[in-house]
């Protein structure tokens, strides 16, 4: 079975251009995450997706970064204008939505804003 | 308010038996989990205990849970150079969906 799948998985782009990301959750998972994860730190939740509905997204800094999951299966997640301090890993996790509800990780995308 | 917390680093030699500690806050999780992540790579599921458990044994990996201290330590018997990464303790935050994680632990195996 396939794991998740993103890409790319390095990025790196001059400030105030756009990115995208890509995630391609594992089959059958209806719960989707975006997750940043800054060196020497543990992952931050971006957004949660349950099929196409994004449940919380409380932490997704709306003013610069957006994210779709148009057919409930993959994703996109979007920064635009990018900012010096977005370089970071950005990672996908999905998971069946049920107990214990453990999340799989993809291989994440490593940002470098310059 | 929600908190895990872990030790920075730890260093074992090869053969030895780690014992990765992580102390968490919010008594309603139902999950904890651990996850381990190699330089480069993403998060890759280890291991995770029901809140009703007292320990769960898989393979090399031993998880223990005191609830009442709201301690779970994750012990690699007989560690091996290819153990050597980052370790994450994380729970749900009670709404089962959510995740709150501690910095990670550096494992260090030296032959």
């Known amino acids: 079975e396939a794991g998740v799948v993103q890409s790319p998985r390095y990025k790196i782009i001059e400030k105030k251009q756009p990115v995208a990301f890509w995630c391609n959750p594992i089959?059958?998972?209806?719960?989707l995450y975006w997750y940043l994860q800054n060196l020497g730190q543990g992952p931050e939740l971006l957004i949660r997706y349950e099929n196409e509905e994004a449940v919380d997204d409380s932490q997704l800094p709306k003013d610069r970064f957006s994210a779709e999951r148009l057919k409930g299966v993959d994703s996109t997640l979007k920064i635009q204008p990018a900012e010096l301090g977005d370089s970071a890993v950005y990672l996908c996790?999905?998971?069946?939505?049920?107990?214990?509800?453990?999340?799989?990780f993809g291989p994440g995308t490593r940002l470098t804003v310059t | 308010g929600e908190d895990v917390e872990q030790s920075l680093f730890l260093s074992v030699r090869e053969g030895d038996s780690s014992v990765i500690n992580c102390t968490y806050t919010?008594?309603?999780?139902?999950?904890l989990y651990w996850y381990k992540q190699e330089p480069g790579a993403g998060l890759q599921l280890l291991t995770y205990i029901f809140s009703n458990m007292d320990m769960k044994q898989d393979q090399r990996l031993t998880v223990l849970l005191n609830k009442k201290d709201k301690h779970l330590s994750l012990r690699i018997a007989d560690t091996q150079t290819g153990d050597s990464a980052i370790y994450f303790c994380?729970?749900?935050?009670?709404?089962?969906?959510?995740?709150?994680w501690g910095l990670g632990t550096s494992l260090a195996v030296n032959p």
């Open positions: 996790a999905s998971s069946l939505g049920t107990a214990p509800y453990e999340q799989y």
């Open positions: 919010d008594s309603s999780s139902t999950y």
């Open positions: 089959s059958g998972h209806n719960t």
């Open positions: 994380a729970e749900n935050a009670g709404n089962n969906r959510k995740l709150i």
